[in-house]
DNA sequence: GTTGGCACTCAACACACCCAAGTGCCAAGT
DNA sequence: ACTTGGCACTTGGGTGTGTTGAGTGCCAAC
């Protein structure tokens, strides 16, 4: 009873599970890959598989399906990541090259690894922590009313509108805006906030009683940043797959649609040294996940923001780890022209 | 066999039906509701009905169900909309009130929406066609990067990055801002193009060159205003009502992220003198969403964007109505200050 | 460590059956 | 001209019973 043929056991039936849907028996087993032994040694290994936990199943006397625990050691050992064709990497450089726009690139990308991978994509947008502060404006929309916008050197505008406590004059702000520009441009937004203070500090007292209002506003923007915001496609995915839930798929539609939830969770996946990460059914922390697994990896400058999919545990792990890793390093380089 | 006795009895059926969920039959009519006559009188009413195919069984001798056409007749004629409770109208109130962003006063109502009535909620962004420019700027990214911001005087901010076919320098690119601010100021957004091409024409040779680019790019900013953009929430509300779509909710999940598909589903709908529109079923236009049915509204100045809310055809439609119409007021007149 | 054989299990399917809810229609009543 | 009670008929759904087929576990033999 080697451990090699064991593993390739599992594999086998990761494999075949993952494209038929239903549990996997002995007879299947050795009638659809060429393992060079009989059903009832096939049997004994999937008896010790099962008694480690990598297997399990459904029914008494029912063929095997893999467990999360199963999922992982094939993520982690065996599987291989399976290089796309030559077409669809050109088809992603092509759709990527054709945007013109951040927003555009961004909704491109999402499209595309949902269509991919036949799941639903999430895309969290490039964060602007390493960015600086390329300009700022301040616009008077009303007597007590400010537009602040910021604008960072990766391309990113922030902006939000702020009440002032006081009416403010349109040359008392222009000379506010020309104080804190010179004060913090070129500013890193991640230390923005320090700098700020000490502009504010050095104001004329008339204009510093605003000049609080709005530098906590911009103090805000540069926190803020656009990386909270995430982008979602394929939806329906998750629709044509149902019975692949274990419960319904409510519980997965509320956490992708709270966009903190999806944020902690891709930020709080460890990745390895391939630099792509998988999140196994169970292995997700928040509850209605269980029964979905998330490919996931970084991107960009120091791979600071994320992207990944989601789908049932049940999924082509390979073809998706390749799919995922593939946007990721053609959106990368898209970003650093 | 009278004709008002008929609508009651229609409206006992989708009443029942849509709590119930239950083909409903003569005898529990009777029973639920104080009709005055016998189950059998009832009974010649809902053959008249389903003559007029206001009503269908789904199976012989079972009890009946509303067809569209019969919840058409329902919510023109017969049913009345349901005034919001005083606790919800607080709710609502005090909720949106909280926001201090456009986009967070558009996050808020899309979420209370789809709250309120259980239901798939869809807001789309202000129109801005009527806004002006408040404020133009040009950011020198690289030699060949601009990135172009329109502030429009909703206080809507557009922005993309545009690449000129030659390098431009600072001084170049201020004096440019300086020429286009100064031409188009206040001008609506609707007639920027025209006065844009005004503009251009006017501008020193050596500056028109690279002119053209970022003209252009003000034009689509301005054209594609942010009423192309819309915020859907409670997409899990769905997957509970599982069963009440005929078919899988796949196709709907997939018209709801397709954004045309939802802005020309929104502007379509006609808007009678209530203000309110309802699409039942099968008239709506797109294939995937017969099933479902769709309740919106118009908000803001001219009630130019909408509002509303998608759901299954069995849906409590006056209580619906009711959300709806509420949040549009109450966003409106936030939206106004 | 592998294999064939064999008894056993169990979900899924099919079939038969019954029951409750409901209908359509008719003749009688108002 | 409606309304009503009565009655025969339909049917989906629930329940009970086989039957089947894929699959397992185990054992003795190789």
Request: charged share 25%; no cysteine; hydrophobic share 45%.
């Amino acid at each position: 009873m080697s451990e090699p043929r064991r593993l390739e056991v599992l594999r086998a039936i990761v494999e075949d599970y993952v494209h038929s849907r239903e549990p996997v028996g002995s007879k299947a087993l050795v009638d659809r890959h060429r393992l060079g032994v009989s059903s009832a040694t096939i049997r004994n290994d999937m008896a010790v598989l099962e008694e480690e936990g990598l297997i399990a199943a459904p029914h008494t006397s029912s063929g095997r399906i893999p467990t999360d625990k199963g999922y992982r050691l094939f993520v982690d050992r065996i599987s291989e990541v399976k290089p796309l064709s030559a077409a669809e990497k050109k088809a992603i450089q092509t759709l990527l090259e054709g945007a013109d726009d951040l927003d555009d690139v961004m909704d491109r990308t999402v499209r595309l690894l949902a269509q991919l991978t036949n799941q639903v994509a999430v895309v969290q947008f490039p964060r602007v922590g390493g960015a600086s502060v390329r300009h700022i404006e301040f616009v008077l929309l009303a007597p007590q009313q400010i537009l602040v916008v910021l604008i960072a050197s990766n391309g990113t505008v922030q902006q939000r509108i702020v009440r002032t406590p006081a009416a403010l004059q349109e040359t008392e702000l222009a000379e506010l805006r020309q104080r804190i520009l010179s004060a913090v441009s070129g500013v890193k937004l991640s230390v923005l906030p320090a700098e700020l203070g000490v502009a504010l500090s050095q104001l004329p007292p008339p204009l510093r009683a605003h000049g609080g209002t709005i530098v906590r506003t911009l103090e805000q923007l540069a926190g803020l940043g656009r990386d909270d915001r995430i982008l979602l496609a394929g939806t329906a995915n998750l629709a044509r797959s149902t019975g692949d839930f274990p419960l319904s798929i409510g519980p997965i539609l509320e956490a992708l649609e709270e966009q903190v939830v999806m944020l902690r969770l891709l930020s709080e996946m460890e990745y390895d040294a391939r630099g792509i990460s998988v999140r196994i059914g169970s292995e997700n922390p928040y509850g209605g996940l269980s029964g979905a697994s998330v490919v996931a990896t970084g991107y960009g400058p120091d791979a600071g923001a994320k992207l990944g999919v989601l789908g049932p545990t049940r999924m082509d792990y390979p073809t998706t780890m390749a799919a995922v890793r593939a946007v990721a390093r053609y959106l990368s380089r898209i970003l650093e022209e």
